[in-house]
């Protein structure tokens, strides 16, 4: 069975541009959240989607958005880019939308730059 | 709020010498918790978990204890490999069912 998905695996932006990240996850899996990943912050829980619905938010700005569509592949935007936003960007799916007991398995992550 | 604090790295070690890595959280109710690997260049993997108190988690060679009265969760491994040399983090999930990780710890072994 496929791992999960993550597409690009590097981008390089400017400030003030937006930035589409796609992530599809194992087949069956209903749940897909994301983080992000830098070495001052560490792993920042962004957002879980669950059956198209957003079932949990972290602490991010509004900048921040993203999307499930009906075959549970997710995308992540990022709306005018800043310095701090480089980061590595992860996506994880589960079967179920409980992290809890259920095992989330992530993809290899999106690099984004930001210059 | 809930949080995870975890050993600052690097841990550095021989081949075959046995390896702690302490991790303590702060939460609400009864958190699950977690031990995630990443290998260089590769996304996170779960390594074990414990839903609840005294349970002890194991797999590949590694094990942690869930212990409530210490809120403690460390990770433990007999005989290290330099395979096994990865980032390796601490995670809960929260009162809100969101993963809470820890900073993480690099483990580095050599022959």
């Known amino acids: 069975k496929a791992g999960v998905t993550q597409t690009p695996r590097y981008l390089i932006k400017t400030r003030g541009q937006q930035v589409t990240l796609s992530c599809s996850p194992i087949?069956?899996?209903?749940?897909v959240s994301w983080y992000q990943q830098t070495p001052g912050q560490g792993l920042q829980f962004l957002f879980e989607?669950?059956?198209?619905?957003?079932?949990n938010k972290g602490n991010f700005p509004g900048r921040f958005s993203g999307r499930q569509f009906s075959n549970s592949r997710s995308e992540m935007n990022v709306s005018t880019l800043e310095l701090g936003d480089s980061a590595l960007y992860l996506c994880?799916?589960?079967?179920?939308?409980?992290?809890?007991?259920?095992?989330?398995?992530f993809g290899p992550g999106t690099r984004l730059t930001v210059l | 709020g809930d949080s995870v604090t975890q050993m600052e790295g690097p841990v550095t070690l021989s081949e075959e010498a046995f390896l702690t890595i302490n991790c303590t959280y702060t939460a609400t109710g009864y958190p699950s918790l977690f031990w995630y690997v990443q290998y260089p260049g590769e996304g996170l993997q779960l390594l074990l978990k414990?839903?609840?108190?005294?349970d002890k988690g194991s797999n590949k060679g590694f094990e942690a204890t869930y212990r409530k009265e210490t809120t403690s969760f460390h990770l433990e491994k007999g005989s290290v490999q330099v395979s096994d040399s990865a980032v390796y983090f601490c995670a809960l999930s929260d009162s809100t069912d969101k993963l809470i990780f820890g900073t993480g710890t690099r483990l580095q072994v050599f022959p």
């Open positions: 414990a839903t609840k108190a005294d």
């Open positions: 994880a799916s589960s079967l179920e939308a409980y992290a809890g007991l259920d095992t989330q398995y």
């Open positions: 989607y669950f059956s198209e619905t957003q079932r």
């Open positions: 087949s069956g899996h209903r749940s």
